[in-house]
């Protein structure tokens, strides 16, 4: 696609529901970031994908949080038994192959989850 | 450990002023910088970045930064402030732990643009 693609848009849940949450790179990214984008908190990184392996897990708050990525494109972010405090916007990018850290990322216009 | 620091959550300016939203670093190896804006109900896009070439950095819309290493400072302004200019903006610095690479943005500064 032209750009990054995430589903979806918005999400309301209650509490203690899984919520799955989708992000499609732009074609030959090969790197794909999630971060969490809450009030007045700016973003927080997540997860950071090469390919479909993770080497930078370390932003995930909890053992409820997990991702995967499949095929070097698609990515879901799951979120297991959901909290109030997990309520924010969650944002996708992708970039191209890492040749440099000055590769720029694409962002996705993010899904905004609320937990009830 | 690489951070970054914005000053003034909030900043308000008259259309046709000039627009200065200040950000800090801190990185024990040289830093690459960005800046991205994000608009309303939109997604985030790079408005300019600095790669260790020129200190001064143009990006798009009128904006520039300026990397000033002893100051630790990357500092975005325009010269003359539009309505459109509305939105939030990030300044973020690239970090690189155990071989992978790790953005670390700051909390974001809203600019309001007044009539």
């Known amino acids: 696609g032209a750009g990054v693609s995430q589903s979806p848009s918005n999400k309301v849940t209650e509490k203690g529901k899984d919520v799955e949450l989708r992000c499609d790179p732009i074609?030959?990214?090969?790197?794909l970031y999630w971060y969490r984008q809450s009030l007045g908190q700016g973003l927080e990184f997540l997860i950071y994908?090469?390919?479909?392996?993770?080497?930078?897990k370390s932003g995930l708050p909890s053992d409820r949080f997990s991702a995967e990525r499949t095929g070097g494109s698609v990515s879901t972010l799951t979120i297991q038994r959901t909290q109030q405090e997990d309520s924010a916007v969650y944002l996708c990018?992708?970039?191209?192959?890492?040749?440099?850290?000055?590769?720029?990322?694409?962002f996705g216009p993010g899904t905004r989850l609320t937990v009830l | 450990a690489q951070s970054v620091t914005q000053l003034g959550s909030h900043v308000s300016v008259s259309e046709g002023a000039l627009v200065l939203l200040r950000c800090n670093y801190s990185?024990?190896?040289?830093?690459?910088l960005f800046w991205y804006v994000q608009y309303p109900n939109q997604g985030l896009q790079l408005l300019l970045k600095?790669?260790?070439?020129?200190?001064l950095v143009k990006g798009i819309n009128g904006f520039e930064a300026e990397f000033k290493k002893s100051e630790t400072s990357f500092h975005l302004t325009k010269p003359s402030a539009h309505m459109s200019d509305a939105a939030e903006y990030f300044c973020?610095?690239?970090?690189?732990?155990?071989?992978?690479?790790?953005?670390?943005f700051g909390t974001g500064t809203r600019l309001k643009v007044l009539a």
């Open positions: 990018a992708s970039s191209k192959p890492l040749a440099s850290s000055t590769d720029t990322q694409y």
């Open positions: 074609s030959g990214h090969t790197a």
């Open positions: 994908f090469q390919g479909n392996s993770a080497p930078d």
């Open positions: 990185s024990s190896v040289p830093p690459y």
């Open positions: 600095y790669t260790s070439a020129a200190t």
């Open positions: 973020a610095v690239t970090t690189r732990p155990s071989g992978t690479y790790k953005y670390i």
